[in-house]
C-alpha cells in the first residue's frame, strides 16, 4: 500500500502532536517535583520558626509560674504571631496530620494562657501555664522529634 502525500502529512501531524503531548506531560511531571521539593524546603523552614516561637512560649510559661509561686504577676502575653500567620499554609501543604495535632495543642494552651492575660486575670494565666506546662512540653517534644525525623 502507498501513502499519499495527504496521508504523509496526516501522519506525521499525528506523530507530531504524539510527541506534543509527551513533552508536555513530561515537563509537567518535573515541574511538579520541583515545586514539592520547593514546598517541603518551605514547610521544613516554618517548623523550624515555630520550634523556637514554642520554645520562647514555653520559657514564657515557666516565667509565669515562678513569678505567682512569688506572689508576683506579670502582663507580658506568650508571642503566638507566627503561627497565627502560617497555620493555613500548614494544614494545606502537611502531610503528617499528627504534627498538626502537636501544634495545635500546644497553641490551644498558649492562647488559654493568652485569653486569660487579656482579660486582666493574670493568676488565672499563671495557673493555667502551671496546670499545662507538662502536656505542652511533652507535645513539643513530639514536635521536635517529628520535625528531626523529617516525617513532615
Same mark, same amino acid.
Given at each position: 500500500?502507498? *501513502?499519499?502525500?495527504?496521508?504523509?502529512?496526516?501522519?506525521?501531524?499525528?506523530?507530531?502532536?504524539?510527541?506534543?503531548?509527551?513533552?508536555?506531560?513530561? %515537563?509537567?511531571?518535573?515541574?511538579?517535583?520541583?515545586?514539592?521539593?520547593?514546598?517541603?524546603?518551605?514547610?521544613?523552614?516554618? +517548623?523550624?520558626? !515555630?520550634?523556637?516561637?514554642?520554645?520562647? #512560649?514555653?520559657? /514564657?510559661?515557666?516565667?509565669?509560674?515562678?513569678?505567682? $509561686?512569688?506572689?508576683?504577676?506579670? +502582663?507580658?502575653? %506568650?508571642?503566638?504571631? *507566627?503561627?497565627?500567620?502560617?497555620?493555613?499554609?500548614?494544614? $494545606? @501543604? %502537611?502531610?503528617?496530620?499528627?504534627? !498538626?495535632?502537636?501544634?495545635?495543642?500546644?497553641?490551644?494552651?498558649?492562647? *488559654?494562657?493568652?485569653?486569660?492575660?487579656?482579660? @486582666? /486575670? !493574670?493568676?488565672? #494565666?499563671?495557673?493555667?501555664?502551671?496546670?499545662?506546662?507538662?502536656?505542652?512540653?511533652?507535645?513539643?517534644?513530639?514536635? $521536635?522529634?517529628?520535625?528531626?525525623?523529617?516525617?513532615?
Amino acid at each position: 500500500m502507498k *501513502l499519499t502525500l495527504s496521508d504523509t502529512i496526516q501522519l506525521s501531524i499525528a506523530v507530531a502532536t504524539f510527541l506534543a503531548v509527551i513533552v508536555a506531560l513530561t %515537563i509537567e511531571v518535573f515541574r511538579r517535583i520541583s515545586e514539592n521539593k520547593n514546598k517541603n524546603k518551605h514547610l521544613k523552614n516554618i +517548623f523550624k520558626a !515555630l520550634e523556637t516561637e514554642i520554645k520562647e #512560649g514555653l520559657e /514564657r510559661s515557666e516565667a509565669l509560674i515562678k513569678l505567682a $509561686q512569688n506572689g508576683k504577676l506579670s +502582663f507580658s502575653r %506568650i508571642y503566638v504571631v *507566627l503561627w497565627d500567620s502560617t497555620r493555613h499554609e500548614i494544614c $494545606q @501543604n %502537611i502531610k503528617n496530620f499528627e504534627i !498538626l495535632q502537636c501544634l495545635h495543642k500546644i497553641y490551644y494552651r498558649f492562647d *488559654l494562657i493568652n485569653f486569660n492575660m487579656e482579660c @486582666n /486575670r !493574670l493568676a488565672v #494565666g499563671a495557673s493555667f501555664a502551671k496546670e499545662y506546662i507538662d502536656e505542652m512540653k511533652k507535645n513539643f517534644k513530639k514536635f $521536635q522529634n517529628f520535625i528531626n525525623e523529617n516525617k513532615t
